[in-house]
């Protein structure tokens, strides 16, 4: 008798629990829709040799005369070779004032745009109907149709705890944007989530969004948008209270890894996490040899599948600022060289949050915050690489 009522309730249960998850769109497609399809990567290349002269260009992206505080770049190459970078500037982190601004880069003339106001709390809050305290970070994702995508942090309530994401669509790489919508991704509160590494891409369209939370505990996470932009699901990349802000490098269609910021660790090193199944299970971080004075690192792979990473080279500043190879899939790292490094008795805010990508045409693009001040860009080839 007590087996048929259990068989019977387990429908109800079902219909329930169905019900419940329909209430909160996002669940419902995470726990309905299928998994999205492999990494979208190229297959790894044996090396060819470098084309051209070495290329090693540096340069500031923002005025000469700047806001008090800029910080948090990052960059999408658009049609045709240009990029596009997006930061935040303002009196300092956190205030009111603080706005995003973008620039494009021309590959042609190798130049730099005025940098272009794009959203502040205020504007986002009118957008959203509903009270905005401050912006944070952003990041920026081109999809294979030409759809850019801005993804920022705003704060209603209390610290960066409480940061929600938003997203603006444009449809003329950057010349136009949609008004600004939250994406629903926690549905007690929907607050807790933060963005600082670029996206990665799956074969079916779409999006990876590298996150991270700090409401409760630190930890980072896999955001899986479909091609559509709706949230689908969240994967655990690290627990805890100890990691934050991953870079996701996928490394071919299943297998990837991820290297994450310390927080309050007392081994100050970089953290290393890998999935073997499309980013739908991570293993448990470790630390790896290269330090990391709790500060975001930038990792990309190259066409002959070599690993490149942008970081701070020591363990309790972020005074210097370098570049090292990888070639074997983040095992085993090497120091290349160094972009920044801060004079002996000079005090710095330091050279931090590098952004690094390699373009279509194989050049390096890399930017990142100069004193907190300023944004620097350097581009590089790989015949300037080579002669290193």
Known sequence: MKARALRGAAPRLAFVVLFCLAGFPPLFKAVTAPPPAGFDVAPSAPPSAPAGRPLYREEFIDPEEPLQTAHCPALVELGGGDLLAVWYAGVEEGSADVALYTASWDRRSGRWSSPCFITDAAATGAELGRSVRKIGNAVLHRDENGRLRLFYVTVSVGGWSGGALNVKVSHDDGRAWSRAQRLVTCPILNMGTLVRCGAVRYRDGSIGLPVYHEL???????????????????????????????SVVPLDDARAVAFLRQSGMPERRLLRSRSADGGRRWSRPALTGLPNPNSSVSAVRSRDGTLWLAYNTMEYDRDNLGLARSRDGGETWEDVYEFARAGDGEETLGFSYPFLIEASDGTFHLVYSWNRARIRHVRFNRAWLEAL
């Open 216 to 246: 409760i505990g630190k930890f980072g996470a896999l955001l899986v948008l479909g091609p559509d932009g709706s949230v689908r699901d969240e994967r655990r990349i690290s627990w805890g209270r100890s990691s934050l802000q991953p």
